[in-house]
């Protein structure tokens, strides 16, 4: 059985596809995730929403525009509606349970909970298919990562965060197991002072070779990357010193 876990202690490191092998194909669709385990990443990112009607869905953005090119906000849509649009190459709005059925014992999987009230109707998903040590529940916001420690002991969670501050402490308190920084965050000491809090760390968004490696050699556990066969290409070079 998969275990996110030790997925993040892969060496040298461990290769996250954002939402899918986004730079080839559309963004967090079954196509994209399809590509990426093409590639050979170690795990997959995918963001999840509610639609108008509860229906947990794989998109990034609040708002519909810059994926689907229809005006409006994905929470104000039925599932019924949504499913009719054209996410990129003729490809759909996946439902989470479309993709944790994809990915169900082959790959890692991030699911980013983009709202709060996407957490309860995600865990549920994930316990139902009898994927809790294969799922890393990943977000910006402390209050979706609460709502799911306290609804289960057995989720994986990871912190998500942009902005220098408390968030090792806070992950820690959580009972995390990772932190996700912006990589221009890292620094080798903020790279051990997770470590020293059991904590492992996963830099986004990283597509170059040479800022991959610059973060690698400070500690970090893995990459997550729009490019994923740039990166598998270099964790195999890596290997091979």
């Known amino acids: 059985m998969l275990d996110v876990a030790a997925i993040l202690s892969r060496k040298p490191f461990a290769v996250v596809a954002h939402r899918g092998a986004s730079s080839y194909e559309p963004e967090n669709t079954l196509r994209a995730f399809r590509r990426a385990i093409d590639m050979e990443a170690d795990m997959i990112e995918a963001d999840v ?3 108008k009607d509860g229906v947990t869905v794989v998109i990034h953005d ?3 525009d810059r994926t689907t090119g229809v005006s409006g906000l994905v929470r104000d849509y039925t599932i019924d509606e949504l499913r009719k649009l054209n996410a990129g190459l003729g490809e759909r709005i996946p439902l989470l349970s479309e993709v944790l059925e994809l990915v169900k014992d082959r790959i890692g999987f991030i ?3 983009k709202e709060v009230e996407a957490s309860i109707p995600s865990l549920e998903l994930v316990e139902e298919m009898g ?3 294969q799922v890393l529940f990943a977000s910006f916001h402390l209050d979706a990562l609460r709502i799911i420690a306290d609804s289960s002991r057995s989720a994986y969670l990871c912190l998500i965060y942009s902005k220098p501050g408390r968030q090792l402490f806070e992950a820690r308190d959580l009972g995390c197991i ?3 920084p912006h990589y221009r965050l890292l620094s080798v000491e ?3 002072s997770a470590h020293r809090l059991r904590l492992k760390v996963n830099p986004w968004t990283i597509d170059d070779p040479e800022t991959a490696i610059r973060v690698i050699e400070m ?3 893995a990459i997550t990357t729009n490019k994923p066969d740039v990166i ?3 964790k195999k070079s890596y290997v091979s010193r």
């Open 111 to 113: 699911l980013e909970v």
């Open 219 to 221: 500690g970090a556990d």
């Open 232 to 234: 598998v290409s270099l």
């Open 62 to 64: 609040e708002s519909l």
């Open 178 to 180: 990772a932190v996700a």
């Open 131 to 133: 994927m809790m040590k």
């Open 190 to 192: 903020s790279i051990a």
């Open 49 to 51: 929403r509610l639609s």
